[in-house]
């Protein structure tokens, strides 16, 4: 079989990966790629937007599968655009459909779902301009810190933790008087501050059955000890250590059931990958957020412990016999660390070239933003390089990324070296 995979991130460099070992996988193309994922297949100079661009590759690629990395082309319809074409209408899309993306791309939407199936989430409400007074005299009912979410896509950057009553109220205004975040932030939803310590949960499924991935925990700040602004994830790590058990198995029963019912019931067939970005307070899973696809970086470390065939797994999500695979797990620990450029998540500069990959022993380099020049590999976005690496506990596979990490330089390589600091 020949498979397009849509993105350019660590994501999907780590499914590129998975996929390339499958007995069952004829030829993978990566549309648009980075340096990495040119090892495992053969980049396509495509934008994952570019909906007719992508018609055009899978006719001329005998494409039998696509598979969507990104949430921003699922949130704009390309499921649906290959349901719409008669051309393209046979060939299975891993990735929910516009409405189902829905779950990601409006913030309001997946509030209100998770409300009406009764799934444990933060109190909130939703303003809009027109209701800027009532937003600020909501911030006035709540405790501090404030949460303050952009509506839309934001790149990851649309959420806002805000510690004073004044910069809330400033911030509420930003986002919604001057459109802060553009479109994304034309609503805003405001709601409590939850206290605990966040994971996130993956399922795979059908429609109709689902198999439930290693849950993982990432680390968003840029600084020590989670300091700094948000960025997109400096690291991860799995299995959640206070995450075993009982706590797991209310995650499967008051998340992940309720949302699969609810969007059963809702009659959105849903064939794809969830992600449940989750606060575990006081032993109680609250729902975050959902993503219509899996994360980044705990694909990097998820990935690596799914003992089943991808293409197998992926072929069963199309046909509805999810029920049928079997998969299991590497009980081992994974920790991957995240290699950013300098001034990220603000403004770096690219094209910085990268050495000592030859160098590295007993870990996954996953390629996040690079790209091939004249036979270099150089940088290419924020977040570059994750070292992934397995060990018998969290600290060993922390420490043999972590000494991998030094083996890799560019000018202005920077990194965490907390990940997993409060497990």
Not at 57 to 80: N, R
Not at 272 to 277: R, S
Request: charged share 20%.
């Amino acid at each position: 079989m020949n498979i397009l995979l849509l993105g350019s991130g660590g994501r999907e460099h780590a499914l590129a990966w998975k996929l390339a070992q499958s007995p069952l996988l004829t030829s993978l193309f990566i549309a648009p790629g980075n340096a990495g994922t040119a090892s495992t297949g053969t980049n396509l100079p495509v934008a994952v937007n570019d909906f007719q661009a992508i018609r055009e590759a899978c006719i001329s690629h005998q494409i039998g599968m696509v598979i969507v990395g990104p949430e921003d082309p699922l949130v704009h319809g390309i499921h649906d655009f290959f349901l719409d074409n008669p051309e393209l209408r046979k060939i299975p899309v891993i990735g929910p459909t516009r409405q189902a993306a829905m779950l990601e791309g409006s913030k309001d939407f997946a509030k209100a779902f998770l409300r009406k199936y009764c799934i444990p989430t933060a109190f909130s409400h939703t303003f809009t301009i027109q209701t800027l007074a009532e937003g600020i005299a909501f911030l006035r009912t709540l405790d501090p810190p404030y949460v303050l979410k952009a509506d839309g896509l934001a790149a990851g950057k649309g959420v806002v933790i805000c510690p004073t009553m004044d910069e809330a109220m400033a911030e509420l205004t930003a986002m919604l008087s001057d459109a802060k975040f553009g479109e994304a932030s034309s609503k805003v939803v405001i709601e409590e501050f939850l206290e605990g310590i966040e994971l996130s949960a993956f399922v795979v499924t059908d429609g109709t059955h689902y198999r439930i991935f290693p849950e993982a925990k990432d680390y968003k700040k840029i600084g020590i000890g989670d300091t700094g602004p948000n960025t997109g994830g400096m690291g991860s790590i799995s299995p959640v250590p206070f995450a075993r058990g009982n706590f797991l198995e209310q995650v499967e029963r008051q998340v992940i059931c309720p949302t699969l019912d609810g969007l059963q019931a809702e009659g959105i067939i849903y064939k794809g990958f969830i992600f449940f970005g989750l606060m575990n307070v006081k032993g109680v899973p609250c729902v975050i957020e959902y993503n219509c696809r899996l994360g980044d970086p705990e694909t990097e470390v998820v990935l690596p412990r799914i003992q089943a065939d991808f293409v197998e797994l992926c072929q069963a999500v199309a046909d509805g016999t999810l029920d049928r695979v079997e998969m299991d797990l590497d009980p081992r620990f994974t920790a991957s660390v995240m290699l950013v450029s300098e001034g990220y998540p603000g403004s770096y500069e690219k094209g910085k070239e990268i050495t000592g990959l030859d160098q590295v022993t007993g870990s996954l380099v996953f390629h996040a933003g690079t790209k091939a020049v004249d036979g270099r590999i150089v940088t290419n976005g924020g977040r570059v390089l994750a070292v992934t690496s397995f060990g018998k506990s969290l600290e060993e596979a922390l420490n043999r990324s972590y000494e991998n990490a030094e083996k890799i330089r560019f000018e202005g390589k920077y990194y965490r070296t907390d990940i997993g600091f409060d497990l």
